[in-house]
């Protein structure tokens, strides 16, 4: 996003922000902006009444700031600063346009709408208003994607020929997220590639530094599904006999009744399972397990999102990336190769490796010191990186280090659109003819 064109502004401190839609990014973005020491939360809307009260509490937000939903956070007219839209993927767009009506700018959890026609409305808003969105492409913030583009940027490995990029979803985050939770069904959410993979496809766009001109795609869903059950398989995981055989079962992940994956602090059980119960106990986990969602065979859901996809991009100055993304993996960091003209780049476990041709040598470059005290938070410190930039935006009105602007982030969606449409008609299909930003 380009600076506004005016003399140095004055620093403004704190950064007043709403808060729309207090869910697990909602309430994680606004913990990271009141954690940089200059920004406050001035409302927070979110019907779920246990997670708005508890995060009113958690960041001192009075209860006058606490709304049940956005519409009602919006009329009052709030003194605000900024705007984080985190509510689910279908309901982006009208709060969108009730920010930009105030003049607010927005940070917009991804995707941007399930559409392009969505996508194009909210880019016609943000030009008609003029006011600064941002989407959260958090992968364009962390210190490994600073690393890695100054060294391409310098040469490591020539010129980008190609690129293989894996994201491996884990099997238990899979099952959690699409098979029982809110991205199970795209007609409720998003196809899981605009859901999940609109983060990896702006990456490489961002990391190749050229724009995606053609795509082909393959995928389906192969196991969370009633043919793939085992034999005796129950519809909820309490009272299944294959369940203490079974890698998806919902007493494993979540911990009532089974050891958790891992280690005790292993996120399935601490994250996801307040997701399932927010704030209860073990007996209300249970409980939760019993009578919800979370508790459902993954194999008599009503799921019918992929569980795995390839997606091959082709750029305009001819780099060509595959891209994977699969439910079949133990949950880890992504893994990347980058194959130049000079030399080679790998990118695993949180280390860049680089292989120089002509020398025969492997450097291993660490990480910047920074990122160790990163390690535990989602993304690998991409979300602090980001809510970093947009609040430091808000205070001084530089905008430069704000790299994930609605208009870059269209094209990211075109791909994903684009690449949907060749999934399902079986042939490789022109970005532009599915871009939002026509």
Known sequence: ?????????????????????????????????????????????????????????????????????????????????????ATPDREHGRPFAAAAAHGYPVLLEKPIAPDPAGCAELARLQQESGIRAAVCHVLRYTP????????????????????????????????????????????????????????DVDWLSFIIGSRPVRVSSFGRLSHFRPGEAPEGASDRCISCPAEPRCPYSALRIYGPGRPPIGEAADPARTYFADVVDPGGTRESLWQALVTGPYGRCVYSSDNDVVDHQVVNIEYENGTTAAFTATAFTAKGPRITRIFGSHGEITVEAGTVSAYDFLTGETTVYPIPAAAAQLQGEKHEGGDRGLVQAWVGALATGDWSGV????????????????????????????????????
């Open 1 to 85: 996003m380009e600076a506004p064109p005016s003399s140095a502004p004055v620093p403004k401190a704190p950064v007043r922000l709403l808060i729309a839609g207090a869910g697990a990014r909602g309430s994680a973005y606004a913990r990271l902006a009141v954690d940089t020491g200059r920004a406050v939360v001035a409302g927070i809307a979110e019907p779920r009444r246990p997670l708005r009260e508890a995060l009113a509490a958690e960041l001192g937000v009075p209860a006058a700031g606490a709304f049940e939903d956005w519409q009602a956070m919006l009329r009052t007219r709030l003194p605000a600063d900024g705007i984080i839209i």
């Open 403 to 438: 790299v994930s602007g609605l208009e870059e982030s269209l094209v990211s969606h075109g791909v994903v659109f684009a690449a949907e449409h060749a999934r399902r008609r079986g042939t490789v299909a022109a970005v532009e003819e599915f871009s939002p930003a026509r």
């Open 144 to 199: 490994l994607t600073a690393l890695l583009r100054q060294l391409l940027s310098a040469g490591a490995v020539g010129r980008i020929i190609s690129v293989q990029h894996l994201e491996p979803v884990g099997f238990w985050h899979f099952a959690h997220s699409y098979v029982r939770g809110n991205w199970r069904r795209e007609e409720e959410s998003s196809p899981f590639l605009l859901a999940k993979c609109t983060h």
